[in-house]
C-alpha cells in the first residue's frame, strides 16, 4: 500500500481508500509501465485535502477466491489498528 497525505503531526484528515480496478484478476495500485496514472489518485485525494491509501489485492487465478477481499479486509483493520501511527485515524 502507498499512504498520500499532506498533515502535520496530530492533524487527521478524511481517509481514501483506493482499490485499483480488475475484477481482483488483473492489475494494480501502480501502472505496469511506470506511468504515474494510478498515483494521480493519490495526489488529486491529497491535494483535496485528504489522506488516500491506495492498496493493491493478490490475483486470481494464482490466489484463489477470496483472498482479493480479504485483502480488502486487511487493510481496514491496518487501518483501525495502525492508522493513528500514520496520522490516519484518531487512536483508539
Given at each position: 500500500?502507498?499512504?498520500?497525505?499532506?498533515?502535520?503531526?496530530?492533524?487527521?484528515?478524511?481517509?481514501?481508500?483506493?482499490v485499483?480496478?480488475?475484477?481482483?484478476?488483473a492489475?494494480?495500485?501502480?501502472?505496469?509501465?511506470g506511468?504515474?496514472?494510478y498515483?494521480?489518485?493519490g495526489?488529486?485525494?491529497?491535494?483535496?485535502?485528504?489522506?488516500?491509501?491506495?492498496?493493491?489485492?493478490?490475483?486470481?487465478?494464482?490466489?484463489?477466491?477470496?483472498?482479493?477481499?480479504?485483502?480488502?479486509s486487511?487493510?481496514?483493520a491496518?487501518?483501525?489498528?495502525?492508522g493513528?501511527?500514520?496520522?490516519?485515524?484518531?487512536?483508539?
Open positions: 500500500m502507498d499512504i498520500y497525505s499532506s498533515g502535520t503531526a496530530g492533524e487527521l484528515k478524511p481517509v481514501v481508500v483506493y485499483h480496478g480488475g475484477a481482483f484478476i492489475g494494480d495500485k501502480s501502472a505496469a509501465d506511468a504515474p496514472f498515483e494521480n489518485v495526489a488529486w485525494a491529497k491535494m483535496q485535502g485528504f489522506a488516500c491509501v491506495a492498496m493493491t489485492y493478490r490475483l486470481a487465478p494464482a490466489n484463489g477466491w477470496p483472498t482479493g477481499s480479504e485483502d480488502i486487511l487493510l481496514i491496518w487501518l483501525h489498528t495502525e493513528h501511527a500514520h496520522g490516519l485515524i484518531a487512536p483508539a
